[in-house]
T-cell receptor, first 112, second 117 residues
Framework: EAAVTQSPRSKVAVTGGKVTLSCHQT?????MYWYRQDTGHGLRLIHY???????EKGDIPDGYKASRPSQENFSLILELASLSQTAVYFC???????????FGAGTRLSVL | GDSVTQTEGLVTVTEGLPVKLNCTYQ???????FFWYVQYLNEAPQVLLR???DNKRTEHQGFHATLHKSSSSFHLQKSSAQLSDSALYYC???????????????WGLGTSLVVNP
């Protein structure tokens, strides 16, 4: 079973503050993803990466930056956190092709 | 564009009765695979089923699904629902246009399954 570890598991942030969510995978997967989940919206793709040192914009990238400094690590950065970014964030990884996506446990972010 | 449609946002069923969650798709990808993911309350999504073979039944944990390219569907079924099946279910498509292309993932919006005693 693939291992994807997210930190922190929960966080309370202040509006306008900077938030960094971290993700680490130990399965040599090339593809990594950041999703946001809100009730009624399913999983929405924020940023993704096919290879280290390169990131791509997903469907809802506004207000978020991503960083992939190595194959194992993928971070999501909120430079100026806003109330609307309160949500659960999932990191996920998979090898290429049509292979299964494996999720981390999620980070519950509350912006006050 | 490519899309996955789950028509029901909520399905309610009585324990012991059959259940079917619908998933249809539109895609231009030439090579595709389909997934059903299940997400229990306060947990992460996890894969339940995967299939890339047309007209082949795939089974896991009592659930089954068959990819039908002729009708663009990958419905999830179970003959006897259990209370523990209550969860959020996502259908997802993975595909690419040509070998060497980076594959994409397309998600449905999810169907919440509630199994009542």
């Amino acid at each position: 079973e693939a291992a994807v570890t997210q930190s922190p598991r929960s966080k309370v942030a202040v509006t306008g503050g900077k938030v960094t969510l971290s993700c680490h995978q130990t399965n040599n997967h090339d593809y990594m993803y950041w999703y946001r989940q809100d009730t009624g919206h399913g999983l929405r793709l924020i940023h993704y990466s096919y290879v280290a040192d390169s990131t791509e914009k997903g469907d809802i990238p506004d207000g978020y930056k991503a960083s992939r400094p190595s194959q194992e690590n993928f971070s999501l950065i909120l430079e100026l956190a806003s109330l609307s970014q309160t949500a659960v964030y999932f990191c996920a990884s998979r090898s290429g092709g049509l292979n299964t996506l494996y999720f981390g446990a999620g980070t519950r972010l509350s912006v006050l | 564009g490519d899309s996955v449609t789950q028509t029901e946002g909520l399905v309610t069923v009585t324990e012991g009765l059959p259940v079917k969650l619908n998933c249809t798709y539109q895609t231009t990808y030439l090579t595709i695979a389909f997934f059903w993911y299940v997400q229990y309350l306060n947990e992460a999504p996890q894969v339940l089923l995967r299939s890339s073979t047309d007209n082949k039944r795939t089974e896991h944990q009592g659930f089954h699904a068959t990819l039908h390219k002729s009708s663009s569907s990958f419905h999830l079924q179970k003959s006897s629902a259990q209370l523990s099946d209550s969860a959020l279910y996502y259908c997802a498509l993975s595909g690419f246009h040509y070998v060497g292309d980076n594959s994409k993932l397309i998600w449905g919006l999810g169907t919440s399954l509630v199994v009542n005693p």
